[in-house]
């Protein structure tokens, strides 16, 4: 950390559901929102609902004023982000930038470590809704965790005091990483819809709440029955599952 009591002047680059989400609950934590970015109406009402009275900036300016600067943008996203700021020469030495993405390690911070950035790769292993709920499920969530190993604990820390849990995922093994949890929320919600289309057609109304007992529960035995060091994901360093994609503006 760079100041000595710890606490960070944080800005973040995407407002979509991701970004305004991991800022309020490091504003819970004590440190400070100095900005951010976001480009549409949808992100801005965000940002006014989940961080009331943080300056909406361009994102050069969250840059120049941030110590951690939040990258959570969509994956596609994120390669010509990084390496369009360090083009302009954006980053600064010392600066901690941690991405949210579940695909990338830390490599693709590399643009920007010729100035002196601290790389860190943080994805929340969650399906977010961008509202103060995930505040809550943030706390009983894991956190795939990627950075060098001088620094690992820094991310470590910063995901524990997000109120979740921190779990190592190797660089070699992010792609695996996103593979796994993105297969388990894409086929669940895609059985799940096809589960309530059923129900729509036979005429039950609200088929979601029928349908949301079981669904929990089928979940919770099939997770608990597997055992947390028998569910095998690819060579992880430990288990979670949730979705592959972060949400930008």
Known sequence: MTQKDGRLG??????????PVLAAALAGAGHAIVGISAHSKDARDRVDSMLPGVPVLEVRQVVERSELVILAVPDDQLPDL???????????PGQLVLHTSARYGVRVL???RPAGIIPLAVHPALTFTG?????????EAWCAVTAPGPVLP???ALVVEMGAEPVVVAEENRE????????????STAIVGQAIAGLREIGIEEPGRVLSAVVRSAVDNALRGAGA?????????????????ENGD
């Open 110 to 112: 590399d643009p920007a």
């Open 154 to 156: 820094i991310a470590q």
């Open 229 to 245: 060091d028998s569910i095998d994901l690819a060579g992880l360093d430990d288990t979670t599952a949730a979705p592959r994609k």
């Open 10 to 19: 944080i800005g973040v680059i995407g407002a979509g559901r991701v970004g």
């Open 131 to 139: 509202t103060s709920l995930d505040l809550a499920r943030l706390r």
């Open 82 to 92: 990084v390496s369009g700021l360090a083009a302009v020469d954006a980053w600064l």
């Open 176 to 187: 695996a990483y996103a593979d796994a949890i993105g297969a388990a929320s894409e086929f």
